[in-house]
């Protein structure tokens, strides 16, 4: 089983929508990173989230931690397609030693 | 476990010292990417090995260097250490030459669990 989920597994929506990817972890969160690969580039980071509670918005892009859900949320906003490619998060998970995690990627379409 | 093998996990190490990280890539995987990451800074893309010969470079300073040996594990080394250079260095790999991007934890692109390295 992956340390972190995330849902969908891929997305497919109309310019102009609002989306939504999750990503879940099984163990207590530790620092939340989020990126965004285009197609055929390399990763870009978008934002990292530390404290639970924690939002952060760039651009059209939200971010939000839920440290008690040990989930954190990726909210688009009237997407276009420039949004599209693989988000991903990565996360720092403390079992018995430090241990850094990747999702398992959310790869978005965005028809214009 | 991804099959991408980092070793050591931590390494903890004074300023100006030297150090080897070394990656043993999953089995049948020809391509070998270096990666660092800072708190501050995301994930940086070093450099990428296909199959013995460096194929892309990124954001590596002079002060690291990489090879990949002829059983494909790799290593990356750092010297004259700063305490700047402490970060998570991850691993990855792939069957093909793919390109230095993430293609998803189901396409064939996977993370070894990282060396962190603390400088002091």
């Known amino acids: 089983s992956q340390e972190l989920e995330q849902s969908p597994q891929s997305l497919i929506v109309q310019e102009g929508k609002n989306l939504t990817i999750n990503c879940t972890s099984s163990?207590?969160?530790?620092?939340l990173y989020w990126y965004k690969q285009k197609y055929g580039e390399g990763l870009i980071f978008l934002m990292m989230?530390?404290?639970?509670?924690e939002e952060k918005s760039h651009e059209k892009i939200t971010a939000k931690l839920d440290e008690k859900k040990q989930q954190s949320s990726l909210h688009i906003t009237a997407s276009q397609p420039s949004h599209a490619g693989i988000y991903l998060c990565g996360a720092d998970i403390r079992k018995t030693g430090n241990q850094f995690y990747f999702g398992t990627g959310t790869s978005l379409t965005v028809i214009p | 476990d991804s099959g991408v093998t980092q070793t050591p996990k931590h390494l903890i190490t004074a300023t100006g010292q030297r150090v080897t990280l070394r990656c043993s890539p999953r089995s049948g995987d020809l391509s070998v990417y270096w990666y660092q990451q800072s708190l501050d800074q995301g994930l940086q893309f070093l450099i990428q090995?296909?199959?013995?010969?460096?194929?892309a470079k990124g954001n590596i300073l002079e002060r690291f260097s990489a090879q990949q040996f002829p059983d494909l594990h790799s290593e990356l080394n750092l010297s004259s250490l700063e305490l700047g250079d402490s970060a998570l260095y991850f691993c990855?790999?792939?069957?093909?030459?793919?390109?230095?991007?993430?293609?998803?934890?189901?396409?064939?692109?996977?993370f070894g669990s990282g060396t962190r390295l603390t400088v002091v």
């Open positions: 163990k207590t969160l530790y620092g």
């Open positions: 990855a790999s792939s069957e093909g030459v793919g390109d230095r991007g993430f293609k998803g934890f189901n396409y064939g692109y996977t």
């Open positions: 989230l530390q404290k639970g509670g």
């Open positions: 090995y296909y199959n013995g010969e460096e194929r």
